[in-house]
């Protein structure tokens, strides 16, 4: 039987066994004016496969606007005329959530550091 990478028993037992937390904070994204900044991605990204959608925020107001930069610097099919993007300022409050930002906490679920972050996200595959 095939293993599924993307549903690990061993992985989600592990993330299960995490202590869970609460969050409450600002995050901030940069979106066209005409655009609701609460609409989520749909067209798969960094870390979704199509499958589900994504709210892609940041908690520094420096990491929305290089975020969108990136995006703008890759050039679209069909450039709109004078787009006009503004930074949103979103208020966010959520229980249950995994803090995995601690080195230690991802080795300890089996995620090799040697490695981690090396990996450009140009050049990842599935």
Not at 29 to 40: G, L
Not at 89 to 111: F, H
Request: net charge negative; aromatic share 10%.
């Amino acid at each position: 039987m095939a293993r599924n990478r993307f549903r690990d028993p061993s992985l989600l037992d592990a993330l299960e066994a995490l202590k869970a937390t609460g969050l409450a904070s600002s995050l901030w994204r940069e979106s066209r004016e005409i655009r609701d900044p609460c609409q989520f991605s749909k067209g798969g990204g960094r870390w979704d496969d199509t499958t589900f959608d994504v709210l892609y925020t940041s908690t520094l107001e420096e990491g929305a606007i290089a975020e969108m930069y990136f995006h703008l610097r890759r050039g679209q099919p069909v450039v709109p005329s004078k787009p006009v993007y503004r930074l949103y300022e979103l208020k966010y409050a959520a229980d249950n959530l995994l803090d995995l930002t601690d080195p230690d906490i991802l080795a300890s679920v089996g995620i090799d550091m040697s490695v981690f972050g090396k990996l450009g996200y140009g050049n990842r595959s599935l």
